[in-house]
């Protein structure tokens, strides 16, 4: 690894003084886990490659598609026509700008049943997702093991980020106790601009890097701006809350299953199903699909063209029901293609 000398990979990051030789080495001794690969983790998965981070497991559940070219950083026009994974497209991008990096892609989701396995041996994870129900279950899973992670969320040209070390402060929980009622702002609804999402990313890998290089006077702050407007605020997350379910009590709800769900997805009109644990055959299920609609298959997924609907099938059973956010109906088309 070239980290000294004014030509070295990463000289003008080592001349930095919070970061020096000694960060540089930490950082390359680092495992990152970055869950979701969208607006949010694409950019993030960059700079930490460009970081030269150790080892960067990048976990996402879905495939690239032209909507997402306006924000999404590392994918290009070929990706989104072959319907790439983002997993796969991320580090087939990835390899190209950092060859000293070793990148583990995983097209998959993470849940109650294998965020254990996934996650074991990562020493920060990045949020990249987009619903709550996720971030609840990485918090709980960091609150168990003792991991950092970094919360990030970006809608129009809002957004925000937290790091969490329950260790010395707040969890997500003592701050967001529930996920918020009623419907809430969508990218599919209320659009959201690049600029946003990459302000979040670049918070994101800033409090990423500074955890792991050492950060003795840790705060947990919510820091919150408007690119559009031209505003920013930082607010204290506050102490940890002694009554809280998951830092607490050690009550882990999501990580023991008991509050997991569909859920519909940010910007796609989609509802997620996990419906079976059984792995599919997809070769043999889309020779049973032709009939009812378009299909593409390859060896991460199958997709089904019918009216009003667009489904993706995972070999895991898991699926993307697309032209919907009503659960109920996205389990009936599941149920009318694959079966219950």
């Known amino acids: 690894m070239q980290a000294n000398g004014g030509g070295g990979r990463y000289s003008r990051q080592v001349l930095f003084p919070p970061i020096g030789e000694r960060g540089q080495e930490q950082i390359r001794a680092a495992t990152v886990c970055l869950v979701g690969c969208g607006a949010l ?5 960059e700079a930490l490659v460009r970081a030269g981070i150790g080892r960067l497991r990048v976990i996402d559940r879905d495939y690239v598609d ?3 070219l306006q924000r999404q950083w590392l994918y290009a026009e070929e ?13 087939t991008r990835l390899r190209q700008l950092n060859s000293e990096v070793l990148l583990e892609p995983l097209v998959s989701d993470v849940t109650p049943s294998n965020i254990e396995e996934l996650l074991e041996d990562c020493a920060l994870i990045l949020d990249g997702t987009d619903n709550f129900e996720t971030r609840y279950l990485l918090n709980d899973f960091s609150v168990k093991h003792g991991r950092p992670w ?3 969320a970006a809608i129009g040209s809002y957004g925000l980020t937290m790091p969490v070390d329950a260790e010395r402060g707040p ?4 701050v967001y106790s529930e996920s918020p009622a009623g419907q809430q702002p969508t990218c599919d609804v209320n659009g959201v601009i690049a600029p946003a999402t990459a302000t979040v990313a670049a918070w ?10 050492g950060w003795p006077d840790f705060a947990c702050a919510i820091h919150s701006f408007d690119v559009w407007a031209g505003t920013s605020r930082r607010i204290s997350a506050g102490p940890r809350d002694p009554n809280c379910v998951c830092c607490g009590s050690r009550r882990f709800e999501f990580l023991d299953g008991q509050r997991a769900s569909p859920v519909s997805l940010c910007g796609r009109n989609a509802v997620q199903l996990h419906v079976t644990a059984k792995r599919l055959d997809l070769a043999a299920l889309a020779i ?11 060896e991460f997924a199958l997709r089904v063209s019918i009216p009003k609907f667009e489904v993706t099938v995972f070999p895991d059973g898991r699926a993307i029901v697309k032209g919907t956010t009503d659960v109920a109906v996205a389990k009936g ?8």
């Open 171 to 174: 969890c997500f929980r003592c």
């Open 41 to 45: 983790g694409s950019l993030a998965a």
């Open 66 to 68: 032209f909507s997402n």
């Open 204 to 213: 994101q890998v800033a409090a990423a890097m500074r955890l792991l290089v």
């Open 79 to 91: 990706d989104a026509r072959n319907e790439v994974p983002k997993a796969v497209a991320a580090a």
């Open 288 to 298: 049973d699909l032709r009939a009812l609609g378009e299909v593409r298959v390859n």
């Open 333 to 340: 088309v599941y149920a009318q293609l694959v079966g219950a």
């Open 150 to 152: 970094v919360y990030g």
